[in-house]
């Protein structure tokens, strides 16, 4: 490598990471969650309610879709991990996944004319497509922070701004679906036609086929906007991003270690298994925070028609409170900012408990302080997770990026997929009914216990877990400092090699001139002075 291009390899990694480059970046974690919010939020009431699926059936299809999740993410890290292409490692499987994943999503909304095992069948085959495409598209867009910059704080920056664009993505994806569907939902079409007027004779009514037809078409174009709307992000982040090659080679020493030994030296990292388990209360609070609460604001608090006006004062308070979180972090540190967020969850996590029946204001307060509290999730645990890897690069001298994401990706799916196995197990001890109009109350007063207890369990979990965290502010101030020397060390070796091979270039060139002048001067070398003697 010549001095010049030292000096402008130099340059390029001195130099921040733009803000062009981080909104870029931000759009993958839209692309993601923009749709993956609408499937928490109405998975169960779709497969329920539109799709007709008993709730036992409704079980069968999320596990079986996220237990394949769940091995996606440990098989599709370490392919990524393993890619070498001329675009990089990361950018063609964001392009892959987001080509794949329209179809596929649409398809999920569509509601095919055949029996119920049909039905199960058609589920369960498309969720495990949607959650392979949804896992390569997740991992890829997230791990590509570590491509983007070697600065952590730049990295920081970056997650931040993903923050921001998730809620972002949260909002757009449940004022989109939610309008929409509502608007299908208040069409002229009563849902339950009383056909047996007021006799006292009469059962519980079930939904009107004509008023199903209705609300099947409302998910359907609900889907399709959403769809592109992921695509146009896909897009964003491919043109926007800039992945860094000499990064890309870094993580790409490390093709020819076994998989089993991967996963084991990610595991078994210190740092990162409390991270996992920070991410395991994290996630199973979320997931029931905003899945199970649109059953619990229908059938506990009868107010079906203000879910989507609930969940809107959730995100919106936590996209404010994500504008306020940088700072926060960066005055108290990472743990200690992190500890106080879950802390503050518990009050108005419990005080769902005892929202009285029809009130949207006391619901709108609750919601916009579970969002100020429980948007921590969405930043403060994702960027720990770069110190560990960054802790991990310093102590084993390698880098496995993609694996680690990989791995909280697969907590996370796990996560979610055990909260809507709980919402489910908690519509079948209330006794939920199948198609019927009005469901029993003891269905509200499961949902309530679920929605207001467990996540303010596992938000107690958490804290005891961040404080047992070993990665402290300092620690990772030494861990940076430590990989800056070996970084500098590292260039002046490469100098070195990169001198030696020129010096070894010159000595061979001189060589082959020295010998290409001997041949050519050697016959003059003795001249011939016999005439001049005999003379």
């Not at 009431?45 to 999320?62: K, M, N, R, W």
């Not at 694996?403 to 990706?409: H, I, R, T, Y």
Request: with cysteine; hydrophobic share 45%; proline share 3%.
């Amino acid at each position: 490598m010549s001095e010049k291009e030292q000096q402008q390899k130099e340059v390029e990694e001195r130099k921040p990471l733009s803000v062009v480059s981080k909104l870029c970046y931000g759009l993958g974690g839209m692309a993601v969650d923009i749709f993956w919010t609408v499937l928490g939020a109405y998975t169960n009431i779709f497969l329920v309610e539109v799709a007709q699926l008993p709730p036992l059936f409704g079980t069968s299809v999320v596990f079986g879709g996220r237990a394949i999740d769940a091995v996606c993410n440990f098989i599709i890290g370490p392919l990524i991990d393993r890619t070498d292409t001329r675009w990089g490692k990361i950018k063609p499987w964001i392009l892959g996944s987001g080509l794949l994943l329209i179809p596929i999503y649409i398809l999920v909304w569509y509601v095919p004319e055949v029996g119920l095992e049909g039905k199960l069948a058609w589920y369960i085959l498309l969720y495990i497509c949607l959650m392979f495409v949804k896992t390569a598209l997740s991992i890829s867009s997230r791990a590509l922070v570590v491509f983007l910059s070697h600065d952590s704080q730049d990295r920081d920056s970056a997650t931040v701004y993903r923050g921001l664009f998730v809620l972002m993505g949260i909002v757009a994806g449940m004022a989109i679906h939610g309008q929409i569907v509502a608007s299908y939902e208040q069409a002229k079409f009563d849902p339950c036609t009383n056909k047996f007027d007021n006799s006292t004779n009469s059962t519980n009514i079930t939904v009107d086929n004509t008023y199903l037809k209705e609300v099947k078409t409302g998910y359907l174009i609900s889907a399709g906007i959403i769809a592109g709307l992921t695509f146009l992000c896909v897009l964003g982040v491919l043109i926007g991003t800039t992945e860094r090659k000499d990064i890309s080679k870094t993580s790409q020493r490390q093709h020819y270690q076994s998989f089993i030994k991967t996963i084991k030296a990610v595991l078994t990292f210190r740092p990162n298994v409390y991270i996992l388990l920070i991410f395991f209360n994290i996630a199973l609070t979320l997931s029931i925070l905003l899945g199970t609460s649109v059953l619990f604001i229908q059938y506990s608090l009868d107010l079906a028609e203000q879910v989507q006006n609930a969940m809107l004062a959730f995100v919106l308070s936590a996209a404010v409170s994500m504008i306020l979180m940088g700072k926060v972090v960066a005055k108290l540190g990472k743990r200690t900012s992190f500890m106080c967020y879950q802390l503050a969850i518990i009050p108005p996590a419990l005080g769902l408990q005892f929202i009285p029946e029809r009130n949207l204001a006391v619901l709108i307060v609750v919601c916009i302080f579970l969002g100020f509290s429980g948007s921590a999730g969405f930043f403060i645990p994702w960027a720990m997770l770069n110190d560990i890897v960054d802790a991990y690069s310093l102590q084993a001298d390698r880098r496995l990026d993609t694996v680690f994401f990989s791995m909280a990706l697969s907590m996370n799916s796990f996560t979610t997929t055990l909260g809507l196995g709980l919402t489910t197990i908690a519509l079948e001890i209330g006794g939920y009914k199948t198609g019927d109009c009005v469901q029993p109350a003891s269905v509200g007063t499961s949902l309530g216990i679920l929605v207001s207890v467990f996540p303010a369990v596992c938000s107690l979990c958490a804290v005891v877990l961040i404080w047992r965290y070993p990665i402290t502010e300092q620690r990772r101030e030494e861990i940076q400092k430590q990989l800056e020397i070996r970084k500098k060390l590292d260039k002046d070796n490469q100098a070195q090699d990169s001198e030696l091979k020129d010096v070894g270039k010159d000595s061979k060139r001189w060589s082959g001139t020295t010998k290409s002048f001997e041949e050519e001067t050697s016959p003059l070398s003795v001249p011939d002075l016999s005439v001049s003697v005999d003379q």
